[in-house]
């Protein structure tokens, strides 16, 4: 009997201890249930705001597509009109000239020209028929940029050769030569290039290359023209440039005291003294000996001046402002008087990044291989008559 009643109350504590099992398993399953109905109504919040997050971000977008492109299209007008404007400023300039760089006196200017005239009696006689001058720039590319901000680059001007020339800067001694305009264009740098190491640094950016050979200033308080036979690597000739107290001949590009220059007539010598300093001097050289054959002193002013080069005995001088604009020749001088200033059209070059420290007109090509910072150009030369005096 006591058995029974032990057994009967072990199941009855069984029962309990199962019952309050029951009861705490329950009670957690509801604690987890409202976790789970909490998570979901937190997730479910989340995700209508994040909807709502999204839609906002799409509008936004949407309206910044739409101001990008009201941005774009008023940019678009912006150019347009500034295109607009440099036409029609250069219209005016055209139709209005350029004014002088300095203001003087009319009479100063009369005696100035009797002076020259003067100076320059000696008539000049012709190498060539070469009667062209230029009558507008037909267009400008722009091969690439190599090197520093001033420099020259040419291909020979007397002869048919492909090669292409490269004077980095203003005081190096490393000449770069390549095969051909392609070449340079594709090379990386001056990596495909032949390097020719010149005896002797050059001075300014006012070298040429004439008839398989290279004309350089010597840099140096000494102005000496050297004559390098690039096929043999070797120093042909020189010549102290035969000229007192040489100032910079061009305002805008201090470095150059000479700029030599080739054209069908053969070899120059653009210049300036402190005895004419104001003006601009053009020399007549022997390409063989370095001799100076015949000098002028030109009515074309320094001031603001940037380059020249020389086009069938005609220096066209290149003008431009100390804050870079448009760069234009403004003065012309003939050695033959068969052209003026006055009849010479007003050619303004393509406005670009600076101001040019070289430019070098190929007879054959018709071209001027132009350096302005740093970029390689060829501007393309339309060409007319001089009229005969």
């Known amino acids: 009997m006591r058995a029974i009643l032990l057994l009967t109350g072990l199941l009855c504590l069984a029962r309990a201890q199962n019952q ?92 100035e020209v009797t002076i020259v005239k003067e100076k320059n009696k000696a008539k000049y006689s012709k190498l060539t028929d070469c009667r062209d001058m230029i009558s507008s720039i037909k267009a400008m590319k722009i091969l690439k940029r190599v090197g520093g901000a001033k420099g020259m680059w040419t291909k020979d001007t007397g002869s048919s050769s492909a090669k292409v020339y490269i004077f980095n ?44 050979h290279a004309y350089y200033v010597k840099d140096g308080k000494e102005f000496q023209v050297i004559k390098y036979d690039l096929q043999n690597g070797t120093v042909v000739d020189s010549a102290v440039f035969p000229a007192q107290e040489q100032v910079p001949v061009y305002s805008l590009t201090p470095e150059t005291y000479i700029d030599l220059a080739a054209d069908e007539e053969g070899l120059w010598a653009i210049y300036a003294t402190r005895e004419n300093e104001r003006n601009i001097c053009l020399a007549k050289m022997d390409p063989n000996t370095l001799d100076i054959e015949q000098t002028w002193d030109t009515p074309c002013p320094r001031e603001n001046a940037e380059a020249a080069f020389v086009i069938c005995g005609t220096v066209y001088v290149v003008y ?65 008559k001089k009229l005969e005096v």
């Not at 209508?48 to 941005?71: A, H, I, P, Y």
Request: glycine share 6%.
């Open 20 to 111: 309050a099992l029951m009861d705490y398993l329950e009670r957690r399953l509801l604690a987890i249930e409202d976790r789970i109905s909490t998570w979901h109504d937190q997730t479910s919040r989340y995700a209508s705001e994040l909807r709502e997050f999204k839609q906002q971000m799409v509008g936004m977008l949407e309206n910044m597509d739409k101001d990008k492109e009201t941005l774009r299209n008023d940019l678009n007008g912006m150019s347009t009109r500034v295109e607009r404007v440099e036409r029609e400023m250069d219209y005016l300039e055209t139709q209005n000239g350029a004014q002088p760089c300095v203001d003087v006196d009319d009479k100063l200017v009369e005696q």
């Open 169 to 212: 800067g203003t005081s190096e001694d490393t000449l770069y030569e390549f095969s051909s305009i392609r070449d340079f264009t594709a090379s990386p740098g001056m990596a495909r290039a032949k390097a020719i190491n010149l005896p002797h640094s050059w001075g300014g950016s006012g070298h040429t290359i004439y008839k398989g």
């Open 320 to 384: 431009n402002t100390k804050l870079p604009s448009r760069s234009r020749v403004q003065c012309v001088f003939d050695v033959s008087d068969m052209v003026t200033t006055d009849e010479a059209p007003l050619v303004y070059f393509p406005k670009r990044y600076g101001a040019h420290s070289s430019l070098k007109y190929n007879p054959l090509e018709q071209l001027i291989y132009a350096w302005d910072d740093g970029y390689q150009i060829l501007y393309k030369l339309i060409m007319k």
